[in-house]
């Protein structure tokens, strides 16, 4: 399970305050991935960034920001302006491989904010 | 933007049957589909991908099928086992791994012994 990781596991905020996930990988991907996970919706792409200090919004960037300060580091902040935080988070991390283009997922924050 | 759409939501079979899963994309651009199976409490990962140029691709019990007229692509899965139980998403993408990939909302998949 190692090259890619998340914390903390679980997460609990009050609503109102802003939180920050954490995402590291030591697969020396260039590309890395927020996505939501809700129950029935898939996962939905938050933000995205192909290279260090750029990012991308993805479908559902609002109420939420991120930093690409370096290579191995994608940290997400919820902000108090995300309307319904409470869900599952992954981070990704992509490479180009032998033909395949796969991402890499991290186990995932659970965020629950009453 | 790209939106796929993936059916069932869920789908049981009986162990030894085989399953389709089925997905749909609108952005003609889009070049590269990978499907990736998520067990409960795990993160998901990548079980097979197909490039729009290839129509079928298969990897011992999983194949995926391309139909880039229609904008169709699905997953078969024979002989399954009860540790095919999972949920199963397709996803659209352009070109390289820095693209941004497009997630189908999925489909739980229950084998029954």
């Known amino acids: 399970d190692g090259g890619i990781t998340q914390s903390p596991k679980y997460l609990f905020r009050k609503e109102g305050q802003n939180v920050t996930l954490s995402c590291e990988q030591n697969l020396n991907h260039d590309a890395m991935y927020w996505y939501r996970q809700d129950p029935g919706q898939g996962l939905r792409l938050i933000y995205y960034s192909q290279i260090v200090n750029d990012f991308q919004k993805g479908d559902i960037a609002e109420g939420y920001s991120v930093s690409r300060e370096k290579k191995e580091s994608f940290p997400l902040t919820v902000t108090s302006a995300q309307k319904n935080p409470t869900a599952f988070y992954l981070c990704?991390?992509?490479?180009?491989?032998?033909?395949?283009?796969?991402?890499?997922f991290g186990p995932g924050t659970r965020l629950t904010v009453t | 933007g790209e939106n796929v759409e993936q059916h069932p939501s869920t789908l049981s079979v009986q162990e030894g049957d085989s399953a389709v899963i089925k997905c749909t994309y609108s952005?003609?651009?889009?070049?590269?589909f990978p499907w990736y199976k998520q067990e409960l409490g795990k993160r998901p990962q990548l079980i097979i991908d197909i490039r729009s140029n290839v129509g079928e691709k298969k990897d011992q019990r999983i194949a995926v099928t391309l139909n880039k007229t229609a904008k169709h692509f699905s997953l078969h899965i024979t002989e399954t086992q009860p540790e095919d139980s999972a949920v199963y998403f397709c996803?659209?993408?352009?070109?390289?791994?820095?693209?941004?990939?497009?997630f189908g909302p999925g489909t739980s998949l229950s084998v029954i012994p």
């Open positions: 996803a659209a993408s352009m070109k390289t791994s820095y693209d941004k990939v497009i």
């Open positions: 952005d003609s651009a889009s070049n590269y």
């Open positions: 990704a991390s992509s490479s180009f491989s032998s033909g395949r283009y796969e991402q890499y």
